[in-house]
């Protein structure tokens, strides 16, 4: 099982966990710590006593659409594989089968078949595993969460750069841009996938204040600010 657990600011960093109560968000994080790799807890009560909750935080959770509560008591982070990445070789699959089984993954969020939210596709549900050795979990991306007309492909380094030159979009800082998706999985804001990384970069470009509209000259005159000197001009006006 692995030992580390992440919580994505797409989520916790809203309006909508903010208005939770302090109590319910401390029982939140405790769970995900709590949590095996597929996000199940079958000691939900029993942690959240421990920290001096009780189940009223569970139910908040659970009426907030935070946590997912099985009639067996075993309870689900909905947003489980928003916050977690986990490697194959430290990934440990649930004993929860029987509620693994009653819900279905979408775009990284599980859902109960009945929930109106809940695009059923057929799919099996899997779990999300970063395949990477490396110690940054590169993005996975699955078929059945992208558009299947046309299988979504994360731009590379280059190819942003040369899209940002098409666009007039000099002040592209494209490294960030790439690391900034990839960290997120190639997923917007609402979680939905990316399925056009161009129109990323535009609404990217659209969000800047004062995009630079020409490419950057090397040419300074000497009224820089950045560059000249007090005393140097004084001695060429007085010349």
């Not at 942690?47 to 946590?67: D, F, I, M, P, Q």
């Not at 046309?150 to 940002?164: C, G, N, R, T």
Request: hydrophobic share 30%; with cysteine.
């Amino acid at each position: 099982m692995a030992k580390r657990r992440m919580f994505s600011s797409d989520i916790i960093r809203t309006d909508a966990f903010g208005m939770l109560s302090l109590g319910a968000q401390a029982v939140y994080f405790c769970l995900g710590v709590s949590a095996d790799d597929d996000g199940f807890i079958s000691s939900a009560l029993t942690t959240t006593r421990a920290h001096g909750g009780s189940e009223a935080e569970l139910n908040e959770l659970v009426n907030a659409g935070y946590l997912m509560r099985f009639d067996s008591g075993i309870y689900l982070i909905r947003h489980w594989h928003l916050h977690n990445q986990i490697k194959k070789d430290r990934y440990t699959p649930t004993i929860c089968l029987k509620e693994k089984s009653s819900v279905v993954l979408v775009n990284n969020i599980y859902y109960f078949p009945t929930e109106p939210e809940c695009l059923q596709d057929g799919s099996t549900l899997e779990p999300q595993i970063s395949e990477e050795k490396d110690s940054i979990d590169k993005p996975s991306i699955t078929k059945s969460s992208r558009d299947d007309k046309e299988p979504f492909s994360p731009p590379s380094l280059q190819e942003l750069k040369e899209y940002a030159k098409q666009i007039n979009y000099y002040s592209f800082h494209s490294d960030a841009f790439l690391a900034y998706y990839n960290a997120h999985n190639w997923t917007t804001s609402n979680g939905n996938p990316v399925t056009d990384w161009k129109k990323m970069v535009d609404l990217w470009k659209a969000r800047e204040k004062a995009p630079v509209s020409r490419p950057p000259s090397s040419y300074t005159t000497i009224c820089d600010p950045r560059n000249y000197d007090v005393a140097e001009l004084e001695k060429l006006i007085n010349n």
